[in-house]
Each structure stands twice: as C-alpha cells, then as structure tokens.
C-alpha cells in the first residue's frame, strides 16, 4: 500500500479521512481473500442490515452473513436497456 505518498493530495482533512477509510476497507478484503468491490456493492444494497448489525457484515464474514439474510431483502432485479439499438 503506497496511501502516505497518495494522501499529500487530498483537498480536506475529511476528503483524507474518507479516502483512508476506503483504502483500509479495500487493503482488509485482499487481505481475506474476498473482492473489494463486490463487497462494497453488498454493503450498500444491505444498508439497513448493515447499520442494524455492523458486526456481521466485516470483510472476512460478510459472505456467511449473506448466506442467511432473506432474499426478500435483496433490491428486486431490474431490466436495463441499452441507449443503443441492434440492427438485425
């Protein structure tokens, strides 16, 4: 991790403290072995599961918590369009 020469270019003492946040959570998932991004993506479709218990929800057992929360909680699937038209 190279974030000590990344954080001099911060605008605010907050945009550094968030920016430091992200690296440690993303630093912890390679760490566990688990992908940053889907994480994160988990993270903010369960945001009420993970403010109700933010214990269950670290990186190293966010999975078994997942394996247990109903799939009622999950955001219903939706059909995405594209902007562009196929021409047969």
Same mark, same amino acid.
């Given at each position: 991790?190279?974030?000590?020469?990344?954080?001099?270019?911060?605008? @605010?003492?907050?945009?550094?403290?968030?920016?430091?946040?992200?690296?440690?959570?993303?630093?912890?998932?390679? /760490?566990?072995?688990?992908?940053?991004?889907?994480? /994160? @993506?988990? /993270?903010?479709?369960?945001?009420?599961?993970?403010?109700?218990?933010?214990?269950?929800?670290?990186?190293?057992?966010?999975?078994? @918590?997942?394996?247990?929360?109903?799939?009622?909680?999950?955001?219903?699937?939706?059909?995405?369009?594209?902007?562009?038209? @196929?021409?047969?």
């Amino acid at each position: 991790m190279h974030n000590r020469k990344n954080a001099m270019f911060y605008k @605010t003492e907050n945009g550094a403290h968030t920016g430091d946040i992200y690296m440690s959570l993303i630093y912890t998932c390679e /760490l566990c072995g688990a992908n940053p991004f889907d994480y /994160l @993506t988990e /993270l903010q479709r369960h945001a009420q599961e993970v403010a109700a218990n933010p214990a269950s929800w670290m990186p190293w057992n966010y999975r078994e @918590t997942l394996a247990v929360v109903p799939a009622a909680t999950s955001p219903p699937a939706t059909a995405t369009s594209t902007p562009f038209t @196929t021409v047969p």
